[in-house]
């Protein structure tokens, strides 16, 4: 075991996008396990975008953090010393942890992770958080029936790519949305989507979803927010299901910028616009999990994982999500199992 413990702390509230200056890396001694206390080394540290909205200064549905406060996240980790019967050491372990390489927590905010199911990591990803967020969202507010054409922005991301692929195995014709030829490709050719569309070749998004869903957009699984967004408004058929689930093109503005007004096309089409958070279904997170798995499992279910090393760049890994440089899941690898 380490010596010393480094740790991130929230440095400053960035104004629009972060910086490196916007986080503190410190050292401090390693932590002990208390009473019920279990001690954690970290494996993976996973950056995700609602991260930026702890950022600031005001309420939202994650609870801000203070300037000075430890940074958070989902945690695959190794459990280094136990004071509660649920763990002992070398089990596998996941929990909502500090950027550290150790931390003591107390054990009913942990849960096993099996390392014979699948890769430890995708239990930060498509058999974690991102991957139940997929599947709520996608069979439980967007609904897709066979046959409907569902349009999923930030496709490639660690959500986009398993909502999409799930309507895929609903029998839908699915169009994904990223921001490269890589991403593209990664979409049709890997993932089985229909068509993709590489928003940062065009800027008329309205005609390039015509082109990839002539006959309208039955379901639209939102990661996004945007003028992307306001162009599947306008290609929105009768009864269709917008699930709101991130809107990551607005998350370093400073003020909501107002655009064309979309709310009429409701009207029109008769659309369900419904904004969620997976906490919401959490007594069936392990149904959700299982079935991930099984998927998974059959080769029914791919994902990838964009992984940089070492937890000093962590922060280099959070800020590249705004730059759209990950593809799938977005991890950081702090250290090797059994070390």
Request: hydrophobic fraction near 40%; glycine fraction near 12%; aromatic fraction near 8%.
């Amino acid at each position: 075991m380490a010596d010393s413990n480094r740790q991130f702390l929230l440095a400053k509230r960035p104004e629009g996008k972060p910086d490196p200056d916007t986080f503190e890396l410190i050292e401090a001694d390693v932590p002990a396990a208390g009473p019920g206390e279990v001690l954690v080394r970290t494996l993976y540290l996973s950056v995700d975008p609602y991260m930026r909205g702890r950022m600031r200064d005001r309420e939202s549905y994650a609870e801000p953090w203070a300037v000075g406060d430890p940074l958070r996240g989902g945690v695959v980790g190794e459990v280094v010393e136990s004071n509660h019967g649920a763990f002992e050491a070398g089990d596998v372990v996941t929990g909502n942890l500090r950027w550290a390489d150790y931390v003591a927590v107390e054990g009913h905010e942990l849960h096993p992770v099996d390392p014979d199911l699948a890769p430890i990591s995708t239990a930060l990803g498509v058999l974690g958080m991102p991957g139940r967020t997929a599947y709520f969202g996608m069979l439980e507010v967007a609904e897709p029936d066979p046959g409907d054409t569902v349009v999923v922005s930030g496709g490639a991301g660690a959500v986009g790519s398993v909502a999409g692929q799930i309507a895929r195995m609903n029998g839908c014709r699915v169009v994904g949305v990223a921001g490269s030829e890589e991403k593209v490709s990664f979409l049709t050719d890997e993932l089985g989507f229909d068509e993709a569309i590489n928003y940062a070749a065009t800027d008329d998004y309205r005609t390039a979803l015509s082109e990839a869903a002539p006959d309208g957009v039955d379901a639209y699984f939102d990661n996004v927010g945007g003028p992307i967004t306001d162009a599947v408004f306008s290609h929105l058929n009768v009864d269709a299901r917008v699930a709101v689930c991130g809107q990551i093109a607005l998350y370093n503005r400073e003020s909501v910028p107002t655009g064309p007004r979309k709310l009429g096309t409701l009207i029109e089409t008769r659309a369900r616009v419904e904004g969620f958070l997976v906490s919401d279904f959490e007594p069936r997170f392990r149904r959700a999990t299982e079935r991930l798995g099984r998927w998974v499992r059959g080769g029914d279910l791919r994902y990838r994982e964009t992984v940089t090393d070492g937890l000093e760049n962590a922060p280099e890994a959070f800020l590249g999500l705004f730059e759209g440089e990950n593809v799938g899941k977005q991890l950081v690898k702090v250290a090797e199992r059994g070390e």
